[in-house]
């Protein structure tokens, strides 16, 4: 009898220190894990930095893996979270021939229908930028497919939870 696997959002608060990222992903890999995307970013606190992982697994399997991520010195604090309790988006940007953009008008109707913004234009290309749910991103690529893109490129999930991490305030108060 296989346990129901659901998308999670890991969110691990750290010191910024080399090679820590090697033995979060370490302990996924460990594990036969895949993280589906990964961003590291400043957070919300002077001085720390804030991992977004999203993996898919049971709760049961995500509880070991945040305990293992928390047993890493420089490790903060790690929470994970369901799709449903974060607010989250991904970007891309697409590189297409210029040429495309005044001839085929289908284009044009790609562009404002998926409410990408076009960033730069010059006479070999053109780029845009789409910011929203993956499966957004990913209608937009077939979309654009059919034209030929000359490059693409994704970025990690960036998400914030919709009730207020605890976090926040217990670093606020030791930084003070």
């Given at each position: 009898m296989s346990k129901k696997t659901n998308t999670y959002t890991v969110s691990v608060y750290t010191e910024n220190n080399i090679g820590l990222l090697n033995r979060i992903s370490a302990i996924f890999q460990r594990r036969h894990f895949n993280i589906e995307s990964l961003n590291s970013s400043l957070s919300e606190i002077e001085g720390v930095s804030r991992f977004?992982?999203?993996?898919?697994?049971?709760?049961?399997?995500?509880?070991?893996?945040?305990?293992?991520?928390?047993?890493?010195?420089?490790?903060?604090?790690?929470?994970?979270?369901?799709?449903e309790d974060t607010i989250y988006q991904e970007s891309c940007l697409f590189k297409i021939k210029s040429d495309l953009l005044f001839e085929e008008r289908q284009i044009q109707n790609i562009i404002?229908?998926?409410?990408?913004?076009?960033?730069?234009?010059?006479?070999?290309?053109?780029?845009?930028?789409?910011?929203?749910?993956?499966?957004?991103?990913?209608l937009l690529h077939r979309e654009l497919s059919a034209f030929g893109i000359l490059q693409f490129t994704r970025s990690g999930r960036i998400a914030v939870t919709k009730e207020p991490m605890e976090i926040s305030q217990k670093l606020a108060s030791i930084k003070q």
């Open positions: 977004t992982i999203v993996v898919e697994m049971t709760e049961e399997q995500i509880k070991k893996i945040i305990g293992q991520i928390e047993k890493q010195v420089e490790v903060i604090k790690a929470y994970y979270h369901r799709d404002k229908e998926s409410n990408a913004r076009i960033v730069t234009v010059n006479k070999e290309y053109f780029v845009l930028e789409k910011s929203g749910r993956r499966i957004e991103i990913e």
